[in-house]
């Protein structure tokens, strides 16, 4: 597997290479520190992987990416931004991994063998992260009403039993619980209602 490094700092290149060399299987085809370096490195050597630092400079690494995204030199960003937004724009220039420069040589390489095999590896704990908010963003999207609803799902009553309880029509139960599940995205009554149950909204199951 050939690899380019691409960072602006020569102690995380050095540092990269001494962790990479390590890997029988992996050749290291060239280092660069530019945008303007990296595209012509890999258009010189046509590497399988080119591990991108987010900052060149003045410049985003995310320009690398977004270049080489259509050849067969696939790529991970490198960086120690946890910020949302770099890494939303990361997926969508073409990235196919994201991990942080504080992780163990281990992941790394983890990362680089699951990436070579055609997969993607963002970093576990930033998904982790965006998903919680993800959720906590939908549960905010939903009104008053189809919160009681929500929690009724959780309680296992049936429309005719949240319609009693909320007294409302089975008409306008219904019609909330299609809210909720197209706010929340999920499938089904089930799922909404595990959610509510996960999320404490539910006596009996926080």
């Known amino acids: 597997m050939k690899v380019v490094i691409v960072d602006d700092h020569p102690l995380v290149r050095r540092g990269l290479s001494a962790v990479l060399k390590l890997e029988a299987n992996i050749e290291i085809s060239g280092e660069s520190e530019t945008v303007e370096q990296a595209l012509e490195l ?67 390489l983890l990362a680089i063998k699951l990436i070579f095999k055609g997969k993607k590896y963002f970093d576990p704990g930033l998904m ?12 905010s999207k939903l009104t008053p009403k189809e919160r009681e609803v929500l929690i009724g799902l959780g309680e296992g009553l049936s429309n005719q039993g ?28 089930t799922q909404a209602a595990l959610l509510a149950q996960s999320k404490g909204l539910v006596s009996g199951f926080q």
Request: with cysteine; proline share 2%.
């Open 42 to 108: 890999i258009k010189e050597t046509k590497p399988d992987l080119a591990i991108v630092d987010l900052k060149l400079g003045n410049r985003s690494g995310l320009e690398v990416v977004e270049n080489i995204k259509d050849t067969s030199c696939r790529s991970i960003i490198l960086t120690s931004s946890t910020l949302e937004q770099d890494v939303r724009k990361a997926e969508a220039v073409g990235a196919d991994g994201y991990v942080l420069k504080e992780a163990l040589p281990e992941e790394l």
């Open 162 to 189: 949240m319609a009693k309880k909320l007294m409302v029509t089975e008409f306008t139960v219904k019609k909330h619980v299609s809210q909720i599940l197209n706010k929340l995205c999920v499938n089904d009554r």
């Open 128 to 139: 982790e992260m965006l998903f919680k908010k993800e959720e906590e963003d939908s549960f």
